[in-house]
Each structure stands twice: as structure tokens, then as C-alpha cells.
């Protein structure tokens, strides 16, 4: 069982905008500005898209976002496209040196 | 551009010790910009944190997983080094090695992302 939560899968058409939540607590999500996204396509690594709530790494669309209120932290992925069907990953550091993961939403492009 | 390979034994025996070894190209271990770390993931599951290390030797375990982990750096060749004791059918997962950037939050032993992953090796536990 992860310690962050995350719906097993999202879906949306090309062009619409999806989000995918994360939620913890105030140990983790709530209490930290240190949430990171991850993409996976199938039999890859994991691909950082977001990291610190809402900061994009060089190279990823600002189709790309992260944000947070409470303990919880969504992406949205707007303009949705073919090549974004991959799972998704959020992490959070927890406290103590910790660091924690969610489950992972599996993103479907209908 | 920094790239880093994961190798090891891909069989292990249950109650034995896992050793998985992570190569640097590109870019060197004992650079003051980055720390490195250990991530697996259960065939189907989800992603787990194991482990970070930076050059100067502080290293940070996962709480679950302390008991049982060790991480270090060898600098001469460049690698990290993750061992995993007394492994059991639990244990077996695509094991990653990636990179974490050294910054505000690492320096405070605030573990933060990972920026540059290795492409992973599966280890299978075995009775």
C-alpha cells in the first residue's frame, strides 16, 4: 500500500485537459512545498515532468502542470496528446529524511 | 549528457544478500552538484524509495527498509553500490539508480527528485 494516494486511472480525448491527484497528509503533501511527477511509458524509467509542486525541468510542454492545496497535489496535463498515455507517479518528501511515493495513475488518450 | 547503468546479479536467493552496482558516464559520483539514490518497482507496482548518498558520505535510508540496506559510493570507479540483505520474494523488482541535484532542500537532508534515471534491472527473487 502507498503511502500517497492516486486515482489507478484517468482518461480524457485528445485536446482536453486532464488532472490527476495525489493525496497525503500534513506529514508529507501538506506540509511540504516538495512534490514531484513523474511519467512511465511502458518498460522505461520513470521521466521527471514536475518537481517542487509546480517547477517544470528544461525540455517538458507547459502542457505540463503540478499544484497543491492541502494535502493534496494534482497535475493537469492540458491539450492532451496521443504520446502523453504513460502512467504517473507522484512523490512527496514525508519528514526524517523520507521520501514517499504514490500508487500511480495509468493515463489513457481516448 | 550524465548517463548512469544499473548492473547485478538478475537471480537472487531468498534470506541471501542483493548487490546491484550503478555506473556514471558522463559526470562523476563524487561531484559536489548531485546526490544519488536507489528506487524500486514491484513487476505491476508502484515506485519505492530505498535509498540516497552523497560524496561527502551522508546517506539517508528509507525508514521500511533501513535495517536491511546499505549504500555507498567507490569513487575510483565511478559507481554506487546498493546491498539489500536477507532478501525475500518481496525484494524482487526493477531496481533504479538516478540522480538527485543538490540544492536548498538536499543539503537539509530534505529528500527531493529525481532528475536522471538509470534504465533499471530486474531482480528476481527465487525460493
Known amino acids: 500500500q502507498s503511502a500517497l494516494t492516486q486515482p489507478p486511472s484517468a482518461s480524457g480525448s485528445p485536446g482536453q485537459s486532464v488532472i490527476i491527484s495525489c493525496t497525503g497528509t500534513?506529514?508529507?503533501?501538506?506540509?511540504?512545498?516538495?512534490v514531484s511527477w513523474y511519467q512511465q511509458n511502458p518498460g522505461k524509467a520513470p521521466k521527471l515532468i514536475i518537481f517542487?509542486?509546480?517547477k517544470r525541468p528544461s525540455g517538458v510542454p507547459d502542457r505540463f502542470s503540478g499544484s497543491k492545496s492541502g494535502n493534496t497535489a494534482s497535475l493537469t496535463v492540458s491539450g492532451l496528446r496521443a504520446e502523453d498515455e504513460a502512467d504517473y507517479y507522484c512523490?512527496?518528501?514525508?519528514?526524517?529524511?523520507?521520501?514517499?511515493f504514490g500508487g500511480g495513475t495509468k493515463l489513457t488518450v481516448l | 549528457q550524465l548517463q548512469l547503468q544499473e548492473s547485478g546479479p538478475r537471480l537472487v536467493k531468498s534470506s541471501e544478500t542483493l548487490s546491484l552496482t550503478c555506473t556514471v558516464s558522463d559526470g562523476s559520483v563524487s561531484s559536489s552538484r548531485s546526490y544519488w539514490g536507489w528506487i524500486r518497482q514491484p513487476p505491476g507496482k508502484g515506485l519505492e524509495w530505498i535509498a540516497s548518498?552523497?560524496?561527502?558520505?551522508?546517506?539517508y535510508y528509507s525508514p521500511s527498509l533501513k535495517s536491511r540496506v546499505t549504500i555507498s559510493l567507490a569513487a575510483s570507479n565511478n559507481q554506487i553500490s546498493l546491498r539489500l540483505s536477507s532478501v525475500t520474494a518481496a525484494d524482487t523488482a526493477v531496481y533504479y539508480c538516478?540522480?538527485?541535484?543538490?540544492?536548498?532542500?538536499?543539503?537539509?537532508?530534505?529528500?527531493?527528485?529525481?532528475?536522471?534515471w538509470g534504465q533499471g534491472t530486474l531482480v528476481t527473487v527465487s525460493s
Open positions: 548518498i552523497y560524496y561527502s558520505g551522508d546517506t
Open positions: 500534513s506529514g508529507d503533501v501538506g506540509g511540504y512545498n516538495y
Open positions: 512523490s512527496s518528501y514525508a519528514g526524517n529524511s523520507n521520501l514517499v
Open positions: 538516478a540522480r538527485q541535484p543538490r540544492g536548498f532542500a538536499m543539503i537539509r537532508g530534505i529528500i527531493n527528485y529525481f532528475n536522471i
Open positions: 517542487e509542486v509546480d
